[in-house]
């Protein structure tokens, strides 16, 4: 009996061929943004768990700015990071080691392209170029590394030296940073995080170069083995108070864990996440209200083959399920179409990603979610026929046979 539902259904959509494909625009667009929307959503979230799960939960990271973290804050605030905050970092039982660069989003040109690229300026002392590798922030893939002779010379992140511009830029070739020659000694491993996208040059040069001679942008701080990182991160907030001369709850500055950090992320792509979906769902409301249209013209032009079904001995609850099948199918299928179209505008989005920022947001495709789309689809579409259906199954025989 269900099949027979089936059938009949099927052969009314074929009937009705553009009609059907017209109504259908309403759930593909609504299915299409949801499914893209929370498969990349998805991804970004795991990227985002990924970096900073790299870094590893003993890194710590101050900035400028008492409500916002990241290398940029400092310039919504008027305040700065400087070499005595480091010490009084530094001093904080439970911190192992300090490190307080200078970044800056630089214009990078190679070969006549221009490009800008977020930039490293720290330390070359044999000291800190040893602490860089002791964890894991610098491995060289080509050429050398920073030492403390060098001037106006470049290492080079992987997705930058390989990915950012046309061609590759190789240890030994000469660049713009700024409009200020620099030849580039190194090229990094790959290392999956945001590093691959930076480049490092000496901290005296970057500050010479944008005349900030005393300014950190950050300070980062390694926390040893066998303390509590919590704890180290309040006696870290309360030496900077201390330092800087300012109360709690007025900092001008922020101390933030990688933990802190993906929680904030977290909740700032969900909400976005969740707005977006809201104003994709519309559509699938519209292309509700479009399958009730289409079903309510069907019930019209097909009166008189509803007479005949039911002079033949069709129950009012046989007619309601026919057009309830009918119209959760129209759904389905727009469903079907858009899951697909999702799911390819995800891995698009996903490869764009990869090739321009070199992020890799990895589209994980479950049989919850598809599952979840189809169903959902057959459902607005069932329930946008139920008033069409009800119509349709009311139709006395003898009055729908004279039509």
Request: charged share 20%; no cysteine.
């Amino acid at each position: 009996m269900i099949a027979d539902y089936f059938r009949l259904a099927f052969g009314g959509i074929r009937h009705r061929r553009l009609r059907s494909w017209l109504t259908l625009i309403g759930i593909f667009i609504g299915i299409t943004a949801v499914v893209s929307l929370i498969t990349l959503s998805q991804g970004m979230q795991a990227a985002i768990n990924s970096q900073f799960e790299k870094l590893g939960s003993n890194r710590v990271m101050i900035t400028p700015g008492g409500k916002s973290f990241g290398p940029t804050s400092s310039s919504l605030v008027n305040a700065e990071l400087g070499d005595p905050d480091l010490r009084a970092v530094k001093n904080v039982r439970g911190v192992e080691d300090v490190m307080g660069p200078l970044i800056k989003t630089a214009k990078v040109t190679f070969k006549g392209e221009t490009k800008y690229v977020m930039l490293f300026a720290y330390p070359t002392s044999a000291e800190f170029i040893r602490l860089l590798l002791k964890n894991g922030f610098m491995e060289i893939d080509a050429g050398r590394m920073l030492k403390p002779s060098d001037r106006e010379v470049a290492v080079l992140g992987s997705t930058v030296a390989y990915d950012t511009f046309n061609k590759d830029v190789k240890a030994g070739d000469k660049i713009l940073i700024e409009d200020r020659a620099f030849g580039v000694i190194g090229v990094r491993k790959k290392s999956g995080t945001f590093s691959d996208m930076a480049m490092g040059i000496p901290l005296s040069v970057g500050r010479d170069m944008y005349n900030e001679p005393k300014e950190i942008s950050t300070i980062f701080a390694i926390i040893k083995e066998g303390y509590q990182p919590e704890k180290v991160v309040e006696d870290i907030k309360k030496a900077l108070r201390s330092e800087r001369n300012v109360e709690e709850g007025q900092e001008d500055f922020t101390v933030s864990s990688p933990q802190n950090v993906i929680d904030t992320l977290s909740s700032i792509t969900g909400i976005v996440s969740a707005v977006l979906i809201g104003i994709a769902a519309i559509s699938l409301i519209v292309g509700g209200i479009g399958i009730m249209n289409t079903m309510y013209t069907s019930v019209v032009e097909r009166t008189r083959e509803i007479g005949i079904m039911k002079a033949t001995g069709a129950t009012n609850s046989a007619i309601t399920m026919l057009f309830l099948v009918e119209s959760g199918l129209l759904g389905l299928i727009g469903g079907a179409l858009g899951l697909a179209a999702g799911l390819g505008i995800s891995k698009i989005v996903s490869a764009v990603a990869m090739q321009m920022a070199g992020i890799e947001l990895n589209i994980i495709v479950t049989f919850a979610m598809v599952f979840g789309a189809l169903a959902f689809s057959f459902v607005i579409g069932a329930v946008s026929g139920i008033l069409p259906a009800r119509k349709a199954s009311k139709l006395q025989p003898v009055e729908a046979l004279r039509r």
